[in-house]
């Protein structure tokens, strides 16, 4: 059994915690910020698992932890934050965290690489799952999947890694190893910004996935994120959605199109709708664009839906 303390009580987070207890470990949430929250969820999501499934219907109760001196009690730190406070979130953990621990970032991650190697209290593995959903009226919906990819940056985190690696299998997952974390975690962030900047322009995913042009619009808009990545030296095609992206913009089109066709999917989508936090990512790549003197004049088009002059 291992003790694991979760930041927040994001979709992600809730997700890991109602695994992670599952298979018999001891998992408590930190908030960093007041807000009113369910004290629990009820487990409405799909689990596509072949171990440790979760029964539909079933509640988990948030364990909350609320004095931050015993996060020294804990292996693992599971942060799963946007990517706009992965700094906030790791100074705040840093006074109470000891070498000995381990942080686990599940999120998208752009440019904050350099930042985090220098800050980070103690060893830290990415590890990005392939599964999500969101959280309605106390109701978690959405799929849980076997399958995360993870890698390290420094070597002192290969131990950890596969320390993890265990922990999660028997849980039920597959951790994936993969080497050009990286530009794995850029190439996704790309995959991410083109859909949410369009999302952001037809405010929700209902109206955007009913216009097929709207979802042609967001296709060439994630090609010309791709490029943006591949001047970071980032081969997109040796990633699943950066090989995507390089497919037919409409083929890409008509297959969303068809998915989104399934009752009520595009609603959950919107349920938690945050224009704010969708147009933050767009931006984030604007401003390396200015950084580094490159030019995306599709990008470009889409400034005035970022609130940018």
């Given at each position: 059994?291992?003790?694991?303390?979760?930041?927040?009580?994001?979709?992600?987070?809730?997700?890991m915690g109602v695994a992670l207890q599952a298979s018999g470990?001891?998992?408590?949430?930190?908030?960093?910020?007041?807000?009113?929250?369910?004290?629990?969820?009820?487990?409405?999501?799909?689990?596509?698992?072949?171990?440790?499934?979760?029964?539909?219907?079933?509640?988990?109760?948030?364990?909350?932890?609320?004095?931050?001196?015993?996060?020294?009690?804990?292996?693992?730190?599971?942060?799963?934050?946007?990517?706009?406070?992965?700094?906030?979130?790791?100074?705040?953990?840093?006074?109470?965290?000891?070498?000995?621990?381990?942080?686990?970032?599940?999120?998208?991650?752009?440019?904050?690489?350099?930042?985090?190697?220098?800050?980070?209290?103690?060893?830290?593995?990415?590890?990005?799952?392939?599964?999500?959903?969101?959280?309605?009226?106390?109701?978690?919906?959405?799929?849980?999947?076997?399958?995360?990819?993870?890698?390290?940056?420094?070597?002192?985190?290969?131990?950890?890694?596969?320390?993890?690696?265990?922990?999660?299998?028997?849980?039920?997952?597959?951790?994936?190893?993969?080497?050009?974390?990286?530009?794995?975690?850029?190439?996704?962030?790309?995959?991410?910004?083109g859909s949410l900047i369009e999302v952001a322009k037809q405010?929700?995913?209902?109206?955007?996935?009913?216009?097929?042009?709207?979802?042609?619009?967001?296709?060439?808009?994630?090609?010309?994120?791709?490029?943006?990545?591949?001047?970071?030296?980032?081969?997109?095609?040796?990633?699943?959605?950066?090989?995507?992206?390089?497919?037919?913009?409409?083929?890409?089109?008509?297959?969303?199109?068809?998915?989104?066709?399934?009752?009520?999917?595009?609603?959950?989508?919107?349920?938690?709708?945050?224009?704010?936090?969708?147009?933050?990512?767009?931006?984030?790549?604007?401003?390396?664009?200015?950084?580094?003197?490159?030019?995306?004049?599709?990008?470009?088009?889409?400034?005035?839906?970022?609130?940018?002059?």
């Amino acid at each position: 059994m291992a003790r694991i303390l979760i930041l927040g009580k994001g979709n992600i987070g809730t997700f890991m915690g109602v695994a992670l207890q599952a298979s018999g470990n001891e998992v408590h949430h930190l908030l960093r910020d007041v807000y009113d929250s369910p004290p629990n969820v009820v487990c409405k999501f799909q689990d596509r698992r072949k171990a440790v499934k979760i029964k539909k219907g079933s509640v988990y109760p948030y364990q909350l932890l609320g004095d931050k001196d015993l996060i020294p009690n804990y292996g693992y730190i599971i942060m799963a934050v946007n990517h706009d406070q992965w700094r906030d979130a790791i100074l705040d953990l840093r006074p109470f965290v000891n070498p000995d621990q381990t942080l686990i970032l599940m999120g998208n991650i752009w440019d904050d690489f350099d930042w985090i190697e220098e800050n980070a209290p103690c060893p830290y593995l990415f590890v990005f799952p392939n599964f999500g959903g969101t959280i309605i009226k106390a109701e978690l919906h959405g799929w849980l999947t076997s399958r995360m990819t993870g890698g390290w940056i420094n070597c002192i985190s290969e131990n950890s890694y596969h320390d993890f690696k265990a922990l999660l299998r028997q849980a039920g997952f597959i951790l994936q190893y993969q080497e050009d974390m990286k530009g794995y975690l850029r190439t996704h962030f790309a995959c991410v910004t083109g859909s949410l900047i369009e999302v952001a322009k037809q405010k929700g995913y209902q109206k955007m996935t009913k216009n097929l042009l709207s979802l042609i619009n967001m296709y060439r808009l994630i090609r010309a994120c791709m490029l943006i990545v591949a001047n970071r030296n980032v081969n997109v095609r040796k990633f699943k959605e950066g090989r995507k992206a390089c497919q037919p913009v409409w083929w890409n089109a008509i297959k969303t199109y068809l998915i989104f066709c399934i009752p009520g999917l595009a609603k959950k989508a919107d349920a938690n709708m945050n224009l704010e936090a969708w147009r933050s990512y767009g931006i984030e790549l604007l401003t390396t664009t200015k950084s580094q003197h490159l030019h995306s004049p599709l990008l470009d088009t889409y400034k005035q839906v970022l609130l940018l002059k």
